[in-house]
């Protein structure tokens, strides 16, 4: 069974660039995350979906953060205009259901804003 | 606010010293606690998953036990392919996910 996909590795764009992050979850796994991980800390829920809607955005930051999940399988991860503060490596996961289903993450996507 | 928290933030053992970590949470309604593992450079690995207070997961040299306040990941007679970080979560009624900051684990040969 083919594990989460994540594209790019790694990117390195100036302040103030936009960048995109793609997710291709597991096949049939309906709710799909994104998470921000900064060095020397835990994964930080950035958004959640379920399907197509989203089921928890508290998280992220609008003024600059969008995410899509168009047709309930691949998601993509938007900044505009990227901060120094936004370095971090963006994991996404997907699970079966929303609910005490464990998650299954990609390798992550490492950016570096200079 | 949901909270998760790991101690302690860095351990290290002697290949074959047993130990435990510690995961304590507050929750508006526990759906679950789950365990994973994480390597440099790779995104997290399921461990375990436990629903409710009493209740205890094994998986090789590794149990994880859960109590209404804290989890608990006993390594027992660990080996240097042990080591790594583990993360600790919470997911709440309402769905949402919340990590704790990890215990990084080193095992020396």
């Known amino acids: 069974e083919a594990g989460v996909a994540q594209s790019p590795r790694y990117k390195i764009i100036e302040k103030r660039q936009s960048v995109a992050f793609w997710c291709n979850p597991i096949s049939g796994h309906a709710t799909l995350y994104w998470y921000q991980q900064i060095l020397g800390q835990g994964p930080k829920l950035l958004i959640q979906f379920q399907n197509n809607g989203v089921v928890d955005d508290s998280q992220l930051p609008k003024d600059r953060f969008s995410a899509e999940r168009l047709k309930g399988v691949d998601s993509t991860l938007k900044i505009q205009p990227a901060k120094l503060e936004d370095s971090a490596v963006y994991l996404c996961?997907?699970?079966?259901?929303?609910?005490?289903?464990?998650?299954?993450f990609g390798p992550g996507t490492r950016l570096t804003v200079t | 606010e949901d909270q998760v928290t790991q101690s302690p933030e860095a351990l290290r053992l002697q290949e074959g010293e047993s130990s435990s970590l510690n995961c304590s949470y507050t929750?508006?309604?526990?759906?679950?606690l789950f365990w994973y593992r994480q390597d440099p450079g790779k995104g997290p690995e399921f461990l375990f998953t436990l629903y409710s207070a009493g209740e205890e997961k094994e998986k090789e040299r590794l149990k994880a036990t859960l109590t209404k306040k804290e989890s608990f990941l006993h390594i027992t007679a660990p080996k240097p392919e042990d080591s790594a970080t583990y993360l600790c979560a919470v997911q709440a009624n309402a769905g949402k996910s919340t990590f704790g900051d990890g215990t990084t684990l080193t095992v020396k040969p």
């Open positions: 996961a997907s699970s079966l259901e929303v609910g005490a289903y464990e998650q299954y």
């Open positions: 929750v508006s309604g526990l759906r679950g």
